[in-house]
């Protein structure tokens, strides 16, 4: 493949799938509360002699949502290889895998900028065990192993190397964790998901180094920053920048080598003998593409083309799949400008606060229908819509109910305002004063003085209105 561009970027992302059981056997795939290390783990996790895998179907349906999602071409069988390795997180010396027919390939994923990075390939493999080095990898001098994790399902997902920036790479990360929200096959709050990054710069020939083992979006920013500068100075020393795999340092901020690029044809992958061939049938991905989900993209469109609702508010919406179909619900009954504005501000501010997810909260599209509504009818302020939504994010309550019990209505009637401006008005002698020559603001003074007055229940502008009545 020839190259252009002055940094080269590839990823390849695992991504453990949201099923309740392993890929393999029945044990339970979440970590359980204060687990003891070994404990989650059975004859097929541990590869002992005799023991024998079924594949689990709800992994396979995860998967091909994914491939779907990202335009890829389905391979018409699942046929899973042994890789071969000597290491102390596989107890059976090899992984279960892919290799000849990954399931999805060709695909691609649409950056913010509308650039385009393509997929070689989507395909499941099995987890293997977490390592446990006391002091880190490069000082322990020993390892621990546990088993729990060996056996959970991941989808491994390859770019082609057409990214070139480390912010283009973590661009694609964001992306693909808005495709994984949409179709609800990762938990982003307890899921794994790693990336191991190939980099390579102009100055060297594109001799290419994978980074293994990087988690978060902003680490592969960082890792990827400090090793595209790390190769360019070295080449510029007059240093050659081996073919090699290298660790990200999270705390200390580098890469350090690890060990010499092994290839494809180092592992002697075979076909595993005790998993049969699944055929992927034309009635199946049918199945599949009707339990798809409107994406993030089509979203995007819909709220841009038909909603009308300002482009960057568009974009922060369709990004969250709960916060876009409480949209979707809410401006069906609201105005979709209001809609918007409340349900991309308010509603995410008061959320942050109580630090709860939507679901978590309980705030239901009824609950914003109802505060909206209120808004929209001239019934209550917004700034009494923001203590209203306030409220909310303690608990769900009526919102109708509530406004009435309270007495929150606006204070709409002139002549009670015309009352309480007067009353604003003896009490601020000095801000009239400065509105009668010529300095408008001070005005907003005595406004506020009436909205002491009201609670928050009057309506700025038309108090405004009533004080300039009075004075001229």
Request: aromatic share 6%.
């Amino acid at each position: 493949m020839k190259f252009s561009g002055d940094v080269v970027v590839g990823l390849e992302i695992h991504v453990e799938l949201n099923s309740e059981t392993k890929l393999f056997c029945s044990c339970p795939r979440k970590e359980k509360e204060n687990e003891l290390p070994n404990s989650r783990c059975c004859p097929t996790c541990l590869g002992m002699p005799g023991s024998k895998p079924v594949l689990n179907k709800a992994v396979i349906d995860f998967a091909l949502k994914l491939c779907l999602a990202m335009k890829c071409k389905i391979a018409p069988e699942l046929i899973f290889s042994r890789k071969s390795y000597f290491y102390p997180d596989l107890a059976k010396n090899y992984q279960v895998t892919q290799y000849e027919l990954p399931l999805g390939s060709e695909g691609e994923v649409a950056l913010s900028s509308g650039k385009k990075v393509g997929l070689t390939r989507i395909h499941l493999e099995e987890d293997p065990a977490s390592l446990v080095h006391n002091g880190g990898v490069q000082q322990s001098a020993s390892v621990l192993v546990d088993y729990n994790r060996s056996g959970n399902p991941l989808a491994e997902i390859v770019t082609k190397p057409e990214m070139n920036s480390a912010d283009e790479a973590r661009d694609f990360m964001k992306q693909l964790i808005t495709i994984l929200g949409y179709l609800e096959v990762f938990d982003v709050n307890n899921g794994i998901i790693k990336a191991d990054a190939n980099v390579s710069v102009k100055e060297s020939g594109y001799s290419r180094v994978e980074v293994k083992n990087i988690t978060g979006f902003k680490e592969i920013e960082r890792a990827l920053n400090y090793e595209i500068a790390r190769q360019k100075r070295d080449v510029s020393e007059g240093k050659t920048i081996a073919v090699e795999t290298r660790g990200w340092d999270a705390d200390k901020g580098l890469t350090y080598s690890l060990r010499s690029k092994e290839s494809e044809e180092d592992y002697g992958y075979i076909i595993d003998p005790d998993l049969i061939v699944t055929e992927i049938t034309p009635d199946w991905i049918d199945r599949i593409n009707a339990e798809m989900p409107e994406l993030a993209t089509e979203k995007l469109k819909k709220f841009l083309d038909d909603h009308g609702i300002e482009e960057t508010t568009a974009q922060v919406l369709s990004k969250d799949k709960k916060l876009a179909e409480m949209y979707e619900a809410v401006s069906s009954k609201v105005d979709s400008s209001l809609a918007s504005k409340w349900i991309r501000r308010e509603l995410p501010r008061v959320l942050n606060y109580q630090k709860k997810t939507l679901e978590e909260s309980g705030i239901t599209s009824e609950h914003m229908i109802s505060l909206l509504t209120l808004i929209s009818g001239e019934k209550i302020t917004e700034k009494i819509g923001q203590q209203l939504i306030n409220k909310l994010g303690e608990g769900p309550y009526d919102v109708l109910d509530y406004v009435k019990k309270e007495g929150l209505s606006v204070v709409a009637g002139e002549s009670e305002l015309e009352i309480l401006c007067g009353e604003a008005i003896q009490e601020a002698p000095q801000a009239i004063e400065e509105y009668k020559s010529g300095k408008e603001k001070a005005l907003n003074y005595v406004v506020g003085i009436v909205m002491r007055k009201t609670k928050g229940q009057a309506k700025p502008d038309v108090v405004m209105k009533v004080l300039k009545k009075l004075i001229d």
